[in-house]
T-cell receptor, first 115, second 119 residues
Framework: AQTVTQSQPEMSVQEAETVTLSCTYD???????LFWYKQPPSRQMILVIR??????QNATENRFSVNFQKAAKSFSLKISDSQLGDTAMYFC????????????FGKGITLSVRP | EAGVAQSPRYKIIEKRQSVAFWCNPI?????LYWYQQILGQGPKLLIQ????????DSQLPKDRFSAERLKGVDSTLKIQPAKLEDSAVYLC?????????????????FGPGTRLTVL
């Protein structure tokens, strides 16, 4: 079974600054996907970024980038130039490299962006 | 393209009562998921459908929870009787059919969820 651990319950960052959210996972799978999801107060779960485990290059989506360390089973999210709209819960999630596999989520971290 | 629809958005019931949630996935999406998100935790899969067949219901408390997906489109999740610990947000998600060969990535699209409070 897979587990995803997010040990920081909450973080705060000043607008325009950079923040890094941590995530570790455990699996015996050799190939898989990792995700960061954003869940604002509206509860709509939104995909932020995806990383495929067989790709060594870290994924990047505009202001969002990841640091994927496969050997250490670590997957952190860096948010650059933080904006007020980034205030939300962020979940790290794991998925096997199988079609229509389920997502296994961590507990999440509450990120607050201060004006 | 319309997203995943869920209703109701909020529901408050007394313990031992029954409740039902409805989900309409994105048109054409063959796979439908129900997740339970307890306050302070990440979502946990309750049941997964592929068309109208069940793929995974290992985490579904079958003594009180039931789900169906008639005609492979809409789905209903029912709780009967409800317990205090069932208070949570129930999220529905859908994804397209996997490609032939079984190895592919299909993004899951989530609905807005139903917040259930059991008193």
């Amino acid at each position: 079974a897979q587990t995803v651990t997010q040990s920081q319950p909450e973080m705060s960052v000043q607008e325009a600054e950079t923040v890094t959210l941590s995530c570790t996972y455990d699996t015996s799978e050799s190939n898989y996907y990792l995700f960061w999801y954003k869940q604002p107060p509206s509860r709509q779960m939104i995909l932020v970024i995806r990383q495929e485990a067989y790709k060594q290059q870290n994924a990047t989506e505009n202001r969002f980038s990841v640091n994927f360390q496969k050997a250490a089973k670590s997957f952190s999210l860096k948010i650059s130039d933080s904006q007020l709209g980034d205030t939300a819960m962020y979940f790290c999630a794991f998925m096997k490299h199988v079609a229509n596999s389920k997502l296994t989520f961590g507990k999440g971290i509450t990120l607050s962006v201060r004006p | 393209e319309a997203g995943v629809a869920q209703s109701p958005r909020y529901k408050i019931i007394e313990k031992r009562q029954s409740v039902a949630f409805w989900c309409n996935p994105i048109s054409g999406h063959a796979t439908l998921y129900w997740y339970q998100q307890i306050l302070g935790q990440g979502p946990k899969l309750l049941i997964q459908f592929q068309n109208n067949g069940v793929v995974d219901d290992s985490q579904l408390p079958k003594d009180r929870f039931s789900a169906e997906r008639l005609k492979g489109v809409d789905s209903t999740l029912k709780i009967q009787p409800a317990k205090l610990e069932d208070s949570a947000v129930y999220l529905c998600a859908s994804s397209p059919q996997g490609l032939a060969g079984g190895v592919s990535y299909n993004e899951q699209f989530f609905g807005p969820g139903t917040r259930l409070t059991v008193l």
